[in-house]
């Protein structure tokens, strides 16, 4: 028969989901005299942790005098799993002034939380103690470097980590392909797996999943084939996560029928799959099935989360299909999402490219809390529709509260002064955007430059703005600037522009059309036929016939 201390040891050891249960379990641990135990009091931080109360769970490390390796251990992981990383950094920092040293599992929670913090820095530093306490070549250690360093986009790091243990394992493998994923380094991941393949470690999904992230476009399809067979061979092709990137890979290689394939081979695929595919649709700009496996989706009973549902909603904006968006706006209220930040933005965005503006500011005054997404939404909706100094004021009210605007937000208020002709709010806009806020101006801004500058008719002014940036100069920019020589036709700017853009995408013909026109207006008939003969090889359709697969029709 248990005794009491083997029964109440036993109802530690499991994790309940319940706040009042895990106080009843601390008065118990309490009247039993047990608190100052430092493994009763580890437990009781982890009964807490679990029920999101870190709070009392360092009230538990206050109250115990005598602290072992696993108390510590407990509450920085409770305060990086709460996202609270200040709190953890500032009690690893104090667990190094005493006499109890952190051991492999402390740096490893440490590191997970700078990765998931996105802090470069402090992870170099726990890397730096690591090595320093001996623990560099600890596989625990290890493995959580290699997967933040990957995560953070560090993967020289992360290949200089793994390259210093004698013998990987299959999880150390499994992160440094993840990471070369997520970098979009295809190359690097399947060398890595070859490599992984001749030190005879045998392949698990994860290993799959992480090959899958970095199939990033169709000219990687084949390669995207290969993985989906490797997947089937090893017996993968039922796992919901590699399932789910194998839609998303098909997808983003504009693969759709192969994505709906993936998708019809499951038996009952979950919400992660459903989403993969609807997500999918969007992607390829398909909003009609995207719309409609939604509502397929909705008649299973399956909940759409806040992620889905703003990505049909931001599929819908591109359509201009307002009816569509209002329906989907209807579900997120019954559902409860009314309210949630990102479907709200995303609804302010549909709203506002829908061309009722009036109902995305309704949306975006109803929220009852606005972040910067929401902020950025509702001030390109208003630079769309012109109202730029009101897009102003909302951004004034932006600052004036604490939110720091990021790219996006500056991109909506030059689109905002493009759309008002405002040249000089947005030179200053511009300029404030690196001065005051730190941010480097992206080819997106310099294109709105280009655009009020010469919408404005300063072509010249535009031109250099151009010449000040280091080559190869973004087409979009260099586009922008052919555009605006073609309305006030400046055929001698657009020569030296477009010529420019001819060296860098010889097989695009648009720009060959554009400077066309521009002669064209000029009269400049034989620049013209020039050009067009380039563009066509010097073939000419005869009058009242077509071309249809190789052979004359008479029409």
Sequence with gaps: ??????????????????????KKLHALVIKSHLSEDPFYATQIIRQYAANGDVNSAHHVFD??????????NSLIRAYAQAQRFGNAFALFNNMLTT????????????????????????????????????????????SALVTAYSKLGLVNEASGVFDGIPEPDLVLWNSLI????????????????????????KPDGYTIVGLLLSVADSSLLKIGRGIHGLSLKSGFDSNSHVVSLLVNMYSRCKCMTSAYKVFGSIFQPDLVIW????????????????????????????????ILIASVLASIAQSASVGPGREIHGYALRNGLGSDVMVSSALVDMYSKCGFLHSGIRVFKLMPKQNIISYNSIISGLGLHGCAFEAFRIFNKMLNKG????????????????????????????????????????????????????????????????QSLPEPVDKGILGALLSCCNTFGNSELAETIAHRLFESSPDNSVYRVMLSNIYASDGRWDDVKKLRDNITGGLRKLPGQSWIEGHFCKL
């Design 63 to 72: 109250k115990t005098s005598t602290r072992s390796v696993y108390l510590w």
């Design 275 to 306: 989403s993969a595919l609807i997500a999918g649709y969007c992607q390829a700009g398909d909003y009609v099935k995207a719309l409609l496996f939604f509502r397929e989706l909705n008649m299973k009973d399956k909940k759409a989360d806040s």
């Design 1 to 22: 028969m248990q005794s009491h201390f083997d029964l109440l040891q036993s109802e530690l050891c499991k994790i309940c989901k319940s706040l009042s249960k895990a």
């Design 178 to 201: 993840t990471g070369y994923g997520y970098s979009g380094l295809c190359d690097k991941g399947m060398q890595t797996f070859n490599s992984m393949r001749r030190a005879r470690k």
């Design 99 to 142: 006499n109890t040293r952190p051991d492999n599992f402390t740096y490893a929670c440490i590191v997970r939380a700078c990765s998931e913090n996105f802090d470069s820095a402090t992870l170099r530093l726990a890397h730096g103690r690591a090595i320093v306490s001996g623990l560099g070549s600890d596989s625990i250690c290890c």
């Design 403 to 466: 939110v720091v605007p990021d790219e996006s937000t500056f991109s909506a208020l030059l689109c905002a002064c493009c759309h008002a002709g405002l040249v000089q709010d947005g030179q200053q806009l511009f300029r404030r955007m690196k001065d005051e806020f730190d941010i480097e101006a992206k080819p997106e801004h310099y294109v709105y430059m280009v655009k009020l500058l010469g919408g404005a008719g300063e072509l010249e002014e535009a031109y250099n703005l151009i």
